[in-house]
């Protein structure tokens, strides 16, 4: 098992950047595809990226492409995700979530943790 808490959301401008932090403890986050989602209000929770280290595979929605990235720190147990070049449509609290499956899958469902969400708010 494992508990995951975000941190990092807060105001920018368009084209600025934030890096968001997802600390875990229990199991270490290698033993996990770790993803990030967001939802916005009135949306549905929408898949942003998705990482397993085990496997050496990373699946990226196609809007953050070339404009996020996720890393881990191991030794801290913090799976990050940095955002640049961000965007007003980007606004919406951001989850981290865990999945004990091996694919970096994109489907929420497949996820068995999630933290309790950051805010991300993109001023134009």
């Known amino acids: 098992q494992v508990s995951l808490v975000e941190s990092g959301g807060g105001l920018v401008q368009a084209g600025g950047s934030l890096r968001l932090s997802c600390a875990a403890s229990g199991r270490p986050v290698s033993s996990y595809v770790m993803g990030w989602f967001r939802q916005a209000p009135g949306k549905e929770r929408e898949f942003v990226v998705a990482s397993s280290w085990r496997l050496g595979r990373t699946n990226y929605a196609d809007f953050v492409k070339g404009r996020f990235t996720i890393s881990s720190a191991i030794t801290k147990n913090t799976v990050y995700l940095q955002m640049n070049m961000l965007r007003p449509e980007d606004t919406a609290v951001y989850y981290c979530?865990?999945?004990?499956?091996?694919?970096?899958?994109?489907?929420?469902?497949?996820?068995?943790?999630w933290g309790q969400g950051t805010q991300v708010t993109v001023s134009s």
């Open positions: 979530a865990a999945a004990q499956s091996r694919i970096p899958a994109p489907d929420k469902h497949e996820y068995d943790y």
